[in-house]
């Protein structure tokens, strides 16, 4: 059964830059991981990053790395978070395309600790269009933050014209509308980086 979930979208990011360069991106989200490990060893913070992918994970990832748009790519450029890059390996291996590692396409930034914290800023971050109230008792990234990081990144690959990102769904929302991601969903943008 190969996963053939994908979305066109065509827009730009205006973040004040000029002369950028068009580039088509296909995003990936990375495959279902395993944090039980890791939980009950308690890891938190960039500790629960280390998790790997799932069983159902890796056979995501395998099925993934089959979808026949990827290889339209010149280069993959993956998250540096353990979840992400055991995704990119998979369709690096398949396709053949190189593989880069980027450690500032890591996940969307809650600054406390604790998966109930994660999800009320999650809940504070969606329902405040992105944007990081005063008076939040919760801090985490804006989305304006994590465009701009992730711009700062991709502008080193501007001589590419087509690039698979391997990355999250908070990161990857960013960019397309989709406010459902799945685990390895395949979603096509283009975007002036």
Same mark, same amino acid.
């Given at each position: ?32 991981? *395993?944090?039980? &490990? ?11 990053? !280390?998790? /790997?992918? +799932? ?60 998966? *109930?914290?994660? &999800? ?11 944007? !990081?109230? /005063?008076? +939040? ?57």
């Amino acid at each position: 059964m190969q996963m053939e979930m994908r979305l066109m979208v065509y827009g730009q990011v205006d973040l004040d830059r000029q002369g950028g360069t068009r580039m088509k991106i296909i995003f990936v989200r990375h495959g279902e991981p *395993d944090y039980c &490990e890791l939980e009950e060893r308690s890891y938190t913070g960039f500790g629960i990053d !280390l998790a /790997p992918l +799932s069983d159902k994970g890796r056979q995501q990832a395998q099925e993934l790395s089959t979808n026949l748009l990827l290889p339209s790519a010149e280069i993959i450029i993956s998250s540096a978070v353990t979840r992400a890059l055991e995704t990119a390996s998979y369709v690096a291996c398949v396709t053949g395309l190189p593989l880069r590692v980027e450690p500032l396409l890591h996940e969307w930034q809650v600054y406390e600790s604790g998966t *109930d914290n994660f &999800e009320k800023a999650r809940t504070m971050f969606l329902e405040n269009n992105g944007e !990081l109230l /005063p008076n +939040s008792p919760i801090q985490y990234e804006t989305a304006t933050e994590m465009k701009s990081r992730f711009v700062e990144c991709m502008s080193k690959y501007r001589e590419h014209q087509t690039v698979v990102v391997v990355a999250h769904r908070m990161l990857m929302r960013q960019f397309v509308p989709n406010e459902k991601i799945d685990f390895c969903q395949v979603i096509e943008c283009e975007l002036e980086i």
